[in-house]
C-alpha cells in the first residue's frame, strides 16, 4: 500500500529564505506526483505536475524535482514572501487515484 | 469557465439525516473524485468515477454513495449521517492520469 509521508510537518522562516519541503513515497511505481497549495479554509490550488518520466518541472520561483528510485520528491521555493504562507500537499497517482500526504504547513514572516 | 463547483459551502446536520453533497465540472473531464480532509489525517478517497456510467470505493467509503449523474456532475450522499463523518468534503477532476483541479470544498458538521 502506498504511503506518503512530508516532512517539516510545519515550518515557519523569514522573507527571503529559500526553502525545501520534502516528500517520500513507498512504492516507486508512480505515474505521476502532484503538488498542491491549500490557503486556510479554501480548497487546493494545483502547482506543479511532474510525469513519472520527468526529473523537475518549474513555475516562477517554485521548482519540484522527482527521483522515482528514491521515492523522494522536493519542493523548491527561492525567496520566500509572505504570500506564500500556506499548507503544501504532495500527491503521487499510481493509477487514476491520488494518495495524499498531510502536508507542511508553511509561515513566512516579514 | 467555473471549473470544479461544490454545493452547499456549510452544511449542520444532526445525527441520522440524511444529504447529497452536489459537484459540477465544467471542463469536459472523464475522471471524477470524491475526497474528505480530516486533521492530520490528509485528503483521503471516497469514491471516484473514471468514465461516465461507472463508480469505485476509494479508501474510506463505508456510510456513503455517490451517482455519476453525466459527464458533468458527481453526487455524494450520506444516508444517515454520523458524527465520525464530520469532515470538509472535496471534489476533484481530471482528464485521465492528469492533473486534478479541486472544488471549494463543503464543510459538514454531524452533531
Known amino acids: 500500500k502506498q504511503e506518503v509521508t512530508q516532512i517539516p510537518a510545519a515550518l515557519s522562516v523569514p522573507e527571503g529564505e529559500n526553502l525545501v519541503l520534502n516528500c517520500s513515497f513507498t512504492?516507486?511505481?508512480?505515474?505521476?506526483l502532484q503538488w498542491f497549495r491549500q490557503d486556510p479554509g479554501k480548497g487546493l490550488t494545483s502547482l506543479l505536475l511532474?510525469?513519472?518520466?520527468?526529473r523537475e518541472q518549474t513555475s516562477g520561483r517554485l521548482n519540484a524535482s522527482l527521483d522515482k528510485s528514491s521515492g523522494r520528491s522536493t519542493l523548491y521555493i527561492a525567496a520566500s514572501q509572505p504570500g506564500d504562507s500556506a499548507t503544501y500537499l504532495c500527491a503521487v497517482s499510481g493509477t487514476d487515484k491520488l494518495i495524499f500526504g498531510t502536508g507542511t504547513r508553511l509561515q513566512v514572516f516579514p | 469557465n467555473a471549473g470544479v463547483t461544490q454545493t452547499p459551502k456549510f452544511q449542520v446536520l444532526k445525527t441520522g439525516q440524511s444529504m447529497t453533497l452536489q459537484c459540477a465540472q465544467d471542463?469536459?473531464?472523464?475522471?471524477m473524485y470524491w475526497y474528505r480532509q480530516d486533521p492530520g489525517m490528509g485528503l483521503r478517497l471516497i469514491y471516484y468515477?473514471?468514465?461516465?456510467?461507472?463508480?469505485d470505493k476509494g479508501e474510506v467509503p463505508n456510510g456513503y454513495n455517490v451517482s455519476r449523474l453525466n459527464k458533468r456532475e458527481f453526487s455524494l450522499r450520506l444516508e444517515s449521517a454520523a458524527p465520525s463523518q464530520t469532515s470538509v468534503y472535496f471534489c476533484?477532476?481530471?482528464?485521465?492520469?492528469?492533473?486534478?483541479?479541486f472544488g471549494p470544498g463543503t464543510r459538514l458538521t454531524v452533531t
Open positions: 476533484a477532476s481530471s482528464p485521465v492520469r492528469v492533473e486534478q483541479y
Open positions: 512504492d516507486s511505481a508512480i505515474y505521476n
Open positions: 511532474i510525469q513519472s518520466s520527468q
Open positions: 468515477s473514471a468514465s461516465e456510467g461507472t463508480t
Open positions: 471542463m469536459n473531464h472523464n475522471s
